[in-house]
């Protein structure tokens, strides 16, 4: 079994057999996986057009893309109430300092108190309330970017110690929370 042409090229034509042989095993393989990736694909055609036409297609479409319209409005005026209670949030008091103190030595017991409450630019006021046995004094001090113009009592720098050392983890001064 043997062809003159192969012989004086110097091909063994059983080899050049085994070859082709291995091809078409390879390529048989080919061709079923690809037909049962394109049964597959058909299959999930076939769901998806189940009961329908161009004409509900088309509808399918429009409503589909209503629905985005939609939610891109309601995304922006999501956005826009986000700035405004950012801007809100900003004048707030966020910031809080207590000191407790015993006021009077012997009379009245840890009951005297220094209260701040500052917003994001350390505006705000301290409220200092001295508590006795037989009375209960409160007193307003306010506070103007971290200082007062009032003196103030050591317990009442503690309280606005602590308050000015809080740091809101929401808002940063120098970038814009809600870009568009």
């Not at 700035?83 to 809080?96: A, D, E, F, G, P």
């Not at 030595?105 to 705000?124: P, V």
Request: hydrophobic residues 45%.
């Amino acid at each position: 079994m043997g062809s003159k042409i192969l012989s004086e090229i110097g091909i063994d034509s059983g080899l050049l057999l085994l070859i082709l042989l291995f091809l078409v095993v390879v390529y048989t393989v080919l061709m079923i996986y690809w037909l049962v990736r394109s049964r597959k694909m058909f299959q999930r055609y076939e769901v998806f057009m189940r009961g329908k036409d161009a004409a509900s297609l088309e509808d399918l479409l429009a409503q589909l893309t209503f629905k985005i319209d939609n939610l891109q409005n309601q995304d922006m005026a999501n956005k826009d109430m986000l700035r405004v209670i950012n801007r809100n949030l900003v004048n707030s008091y966020q910031k809080t300092g207590i000191t407790k103190y015993n006021a009077f030595e012997g009379m009245g017991g840890m009951a005297s108190f220094a209260i701040a409450l500052l917003d994001l630019n350390n505006n705000g006021f301290i409220v200092n309330v001295i508590h006795s046995r037989s009375s209960c004094y409160t007193y307003l001090k306010e506070i103007k970017n971290g200082s007062c113009e009032v003196a103030l009592g050591a317990e009442e720098k503690s309280a606005l110690m602590q308050a000015m050392r809080k740091r809101d983890r929401f808002y940063d001064n120098d970038e814009e929370i809600l870009e568009r």
